[in-house]
């Protein structure tokens, strides 16, 4: 049986700060997760207007290409097409966008914003913008610049995970 040296017996206890730090993470990371996700329900849209986050990227993404396609927009947004089409025929639904064939290829769908879209979407942007500064104006001055910090390192780090 081997000896616990001083080292040893260290890096055991770094192992289990390590994890438990980890775990607290995972904790936190999924509270913020599900914390973002609940948020779109207090959006103040309501009935045809509501749209969901999922749903206002893609409506972002579509207005951001040129010509797209269910795939090219499925891509951007990171969503299977299937689960894009069937957004898009909800918000098609309710009036937000439009499809059609495209011109270049017949094998293609096109999507649009409509003038509807582009209204509901506004109004959402206009609300997270608000509550985006309602947040950004809860963290206390002098931690504005760590957090700054920290939601920029996060976001490297998603990138290359």
């Not at 894009?84 to 096109?110: C, F, H, P």
């Not at 959402?124 to 950004?136: C, D, H, S, T, V």
Request: charged share 30%; hydrophobic share 40%.
């Amino acid at each position: 049986m081997f000896a616990e040296t001083p080292e040893s017996s260290a890096a055991s206890h770094r192992d289990q700060d390590h994890g438990v730090e980890l775990e607290e993470f995972q904790r936190a990371w999924t509270e913020l997760i599900n914390a973002a996700i609940h948020a779109r329900t207090r959006s103040g849209l309501r009935g045809a207007e509501e749209i969901t986050l999922t749903q206002s990227l893609l409506m972002e993404a579509v207005r951001g290409l040129d010509n797209p396609t269910v795939g090219a927009v499925a891509h951007v947004v990171g969503v299977s097409s299937p689960s894009v089409t069937r957004m898009i025929q909800q918000l098609e639904r309710k009036g937000m966008v439009a499809r059609r064939r495209s011109e270049r290829d017949e094998r293609s769908t096109v999507v649009t914003v409509t003038e509807e879209g582009e209204r509901v979407l506004a109004v959402w942007r206009r609300n997270m913008e608000a509550k985006q500064k309602r947040l950004f104006e809860a963290i206390t001055p002098s931690l504005r610049p760590v957090v700054l910090g920290l939601l920029r390192d996060l976001r490297e780090a998603i990138d290359e995970t």
